[in-house]
């Protein structure tokens, strides 16, 4: 639809709502005015009546009542009137038709005459006492047909006006669009490329003030087309010599990034190493400790086994003794053989070799599977560790796995005392946290003169595990506290201690595993270091 179109509906529109709106009102108050006269009048002329009568019904002059009922069917619109005695009895009546000789049925709304006669009555009192009444009727025709001609001049009326605004919105209309027609044409010219446009400005009205912005608009955009076309032959010449730059640029930045591959690769096998140190460093602090623990199985189980060697040459030498025994077929030999069988088992013992045997066997077997346990632990805990891949872990086996290495290193001065809570299994790098436990139980060991304890513990709190590790050991100066995972810092004694254990610790915790370390210590009473390490179930596996 087009504007003018638009323009000519939406005032005809607006103007019939306000002139339905006028007409209505008008006609209303019309009638509610015409209609309130009309009973007032009729109820007016009712109560006179009744009052001009009054003395001639009291005294029964029926002839003075016609000539009152003749005098009052003077008024205009009157139909008929009449007087009624006391007990209903006609005294006189004038103006009566066929179609009001019935019974009398007073009407109370104007509007609700359906005969074009308003009836009313008025009753004649005297000293409280009714007497009789006058009943009149008033013709509402001609008011209906004045009504009625009202409405069809306002409708004409409106009509005209409907038609007159509808000239006027077609004029204003085709004004407006024929100088925004101007403006599309000029637009169309710009869109398609041609900006020497320039619309003609007529008047001073805002259609006047559009067609100079526009012109305003024309200008500056052909200025910044010509200063676009600079531009752009500007811009053409620097890329000509831009691709050179970033050429070389290129080859600049490949050659920094491969050094700094090879950069990252060589400290992270730098790091590998670094902790491959640290481990081997502890596995030689326990060195001795594990060798001790495995020289006492290995011992008893030496000598389990020449004890075991003296009873199997025992029981061959049996063996060999009883095949003579049933080669022989003379009975004294037989006999003779039979005695020599009976005194070697007396002197072998055979009934304590039977009983001890199966002794001997088990504890070789306990022997041997402690030597094993051992050195799987000490193999397991010491090798270089494949990949950096995440396995889902039980932190509390790492904490078992850890104390049975450092076993020998913690038991002769400590108690270790235990308390591993409900904790689920976590995405983490195994190798790396046994390291991190190990190193915390040295140094408390380490921090412990004479006898001490230490307490390790775990638990879950919200979505992380919590491992602490608490000593009563000599605790750590508050100055210190700040610089302890510092890398080569150490409060040991120089040769006692490389300075690197917590600074490897802190990397493998924070940096690999996005955990925390905090450190509690007090001196002369203790410390606790706590490992905080996130949760991590299948669906939060890191990507490695």
Do not use: W
């Amino acid at each position: 639809m087009s504007l003018r179109l638009k323009t000519i509906f939406g005032i005809a529109f607006i103007e019939a709502i306000l002139l339905l709106l006028l007409v209505s009102m008008t006609l209303d108050y019309l009638k509610e005015t015409n209609y309130e006269g009309i009973q007032k009048r009729a109820n007016t002329t009712a109560t006179l009546f009744a009052t001009t009568t009054k003395d001639a019904v009291l005294s029964y002059d029926l002839a003075s009542l016609e000539s009152f009922v003749q005098e009052v069917l003077k008024n205009p619109d009157l139909v008929y009137a009449r007087v009624l005695g006391p007990e209903g009895q006609l005294f006189a009546i004038g103006g009566l038709d066929s179609g009001h000789e019935g019974d009398f049925k007073p009407d109370h709304h104007v509007e609700q005459v359906d005969d074009g006669v308003y009836d009313t009555f008025a009753e004649i009192v005297e000293g409280g006492a009714v007497y009789g009444r006058v009943e009149l009727g008033l013709d509402i025709n001609s008011l209906r047909e004045t009504i009625v001609e009202a409405q069809h001049r306002s409708a004409t009326i409106a009509a005209s006006e409907m038609g007159l605004v509808a000239l006027f919105s077609l004029i204003l209309g085709t004004y407006l669009t024929r100088q925004l027609r101007v403006l599309t044409i000029a637009a169309k010219d710009i869109a398609a490329g041609n900006l020497d446009i320039h619309v003609e400005v007529k008047g001073k009205d805002e259609i006047a003030e559009v067609s100079g912005a526009f012109n305003s608009m024309a200008s500056n955009l052909k200025e910044a087309s010509e200063r676009r076309d600079q531009y752009e032959r500007e811009l053409e010449s620097l890329n000509k010599s831009l691709e050179d730059r970033v050429k070389q640029r290129t080859s600049e930045l490949q050659d920094k990034n491969r050094q700094l591959e090879q950069a990252n690769k060589d400290i992270k096998e730098a790091q590998s190493r670094l902790l491959q140190s640290e481990k081997m460093a502890s596995v030689g602090v326990l060195a001795a400790g594990v060798a001790h623990e495995i020289n006492n199985p290995l011992g008893f189980v030496m000598s389990n086994i020449g004890t075991l060697d003296e009873y199997v040459t025992n029981y061959r030498t049996l063996v060999s003794e009883y095949e003579k025994f049933f080669v022989l077929k003379d009975s004294s030999e037989r006999k003779e053989q039979f005695q020599k069988i009976k005194a070697m088992r007396e002197d072998f013992d055979i009934e304590f070799m039977n009983e001890d045997l199966e002794g001997l066997l088990q504890d070789t077997q306990e022997g041997s599977v402690r030597v094993r346990d051992i050195v799987k632990g000490l193999k397991s805990f010491s090798h270089v560790d494949q990949s950096d891949e995440m396995q889902l872990t039980d932190i509390n086996d790492c904490i078992n796995a850890t104390l049975k290495v450092a076993n020998n290193e913690l038991k002769y001065h400590c108690e270790v005392i235990t308390s591993l809570g409900e904790i689920p299994q976590t995405y983490c790098m195994a190798g790396q946290i046994k390291q991190v436990i190990l190193n915390m139980l040295l140094n408390a060991a380490h921090a412990i003169k004479g006898k001490g304890k230490i307490e390790v513990a775990t638990s879950q709190v919200g979505d992380r595990i919590e491992l602490s590790i608490r000593d009563n050991g000599c605790g750590i100066d508050t100055a210190d506290q700040g610089k302890l995972f510092d890398p080569f810092f150490t409060t040991k004694v120089v040769g006692e201690g490389t300075g690197l254990g917590l600074s490897i610790s802190y990397g493998i915790i924070v940096d690999d595993h996005k955990g925390d370390i905090r450190v509690e210590s007090e001196l002369g009473e203790g410390s606790c270091f706590t490992v905080v390490i996130p949760i991590l179930t299948g669906a939060a596996k890191p990507n490695t």
